[in-house]
């Protein structure tokens, strides 16, 4: 059984993967504090470090959420990104996102809490 530290959330958007020389495109499946599924062009291997834009877009604007990732998986249900890094902007972003999507404004601010307790612990 999967044990998840961080509420994920079904989220469908446009995404662009950064990796080496390219830049191809994607769509976001869902995603948690700690990372996100795509489903992208071409296969990207286990172990590389990629930079990640998701689009969102409104009536009225369009935001970009922007993220430095690890892969940590890549199969049939997508390239799986484990999320180490993201200027403050794109975070608020993306918790809004999560927060909203869920639900659950308390769940995802202990989430957060636990989350940057163990990032701070581990450096």
Do not use: W
Not at 18 to 35: A, H
Not at 73 to 95: N, P, V, W
Not at 106 to 120: L, P, T
Request: charge should be negative.
């Amino acid at each position: 059984m999967e044990k998840r530290n961080c509420t994920r959330v079904i989220f469908e958007s446009e995404s662009y993967v950064l990796y080496k020389d390219k830049k191809l495109r994607g769509t976001v499946e869902n995603l948690s504090l700690n990372g996100v599924l795509l489903k992208v062009e071409e296969p990207i291997p286990a172990n590389e470090i990629v930079e990640v834009q998701i689009n969102l877009s409104g009536s009225t604007s369009r935001l970009c959420i922007n993220l430095q990732g690890l892969v940590v998986r890549e199969d049939d249900r997508g390239l799986a990104i484990q999320i180490t890094g993201m200027d403050l902007d794109s975070f608020i972003h993306y918790k809004n996102v999560i927060t909203y999507i869920s639900g659950n404004e308390r769940e995802i601010m202990s989430e957060f809490h636990k989350f940057v307790a163990r990032r701070a612990h581990a450096e």
